[in-house]
């Protein structure tokens, strides 16, 4: 009868309990001297790689560590993460500036490229802007609503905020906000139809009181939609005269020269459509 040769599982198996053997009675000596030899032939080997090599390792480890991290109950995944943690920080007390310097530097550089890699789906898309596509809904452009309060200042943030971006911890204190003169306050209130109506056209009422227009020496709107333009030369600012033409109207700083506040509310509310004599006027005499 042949005699039975033995399997590979019981050489690997003995050659781990040799190797757990000799471990154990290592020096710590020996035993970091071992691990730099292993970093050694580690970092030669994987020098030697082709990219396809690498890969297929990186590929290799990482479906091994999602198998065992799967396997494992809460109180092993706690542990693991203890053990890391804690050969972390035993890692980098015996760190040398310039080590600490290059992992640093490392570590910004992953976090860059991580960062970039996201965002490559959205590269130059405002120059192919597609109105029909729904941008608002993409997992990395909606970055939610302001729902969260801070405990400290009630200020609203979005999920993804640090907590201490607002107040820094309660470390920062603003002194409270003097309520608006009237008929301001009842304008920002929302609880009335007039009210409403004011913010629903905020914009055009601050409009109303604007004393100059913009201009530009040269504007390049570019064709399709496009809601922003470009500006070649100098930005200014036209005033005017003080009093328009024979024929013409008040505008911008003119309407400040009319005399009679109710004159002023009407031209105002001329030149801006759908906004109303009453709001205008009660906003000239805050002003």
Known sequence: MPPKRRT????STSVSRRTATSRAVETTEQAEARREEDRTRHAAARAAETPEQT???VGD???RQAASRTAENSEQGEA???????????SREVETPEQRRTRSEDQRQRQAASRAAQWTFMEREAFRYNPANSYENHPQLNIG????????????KWPGEASGMCCSGCKVRLPVLRPPPE?????MSGATPRSKHFLENIRKYNCCFQMTSFGVTNEVNEPGFMP?????GQVYHRVGSLLPDSNGTHKFLQIYFMGDERQEAKQRCSNIPNTRQDIARGKQLIR
């Open 228 to 232: 922003t333009f470009k500006v070649q």
């Open 8 to 11: 590979s599982l019981g050489r």
């Open 61 to 63: 480890q990482r479906t």
């Open 80 to 90: 693991r993460r203890g053990g890391d943690r804690s050969r972390r920080v035993a």
């Open 183 to 187: 008929p301001m306050e009842s304008l």
């Open 145 to 156: 609503q302001m729902n969260d309060v801070c405990l400290y200042c009630d200020a609203l």
């Open 55 to 57: 890969r297929t390792r």
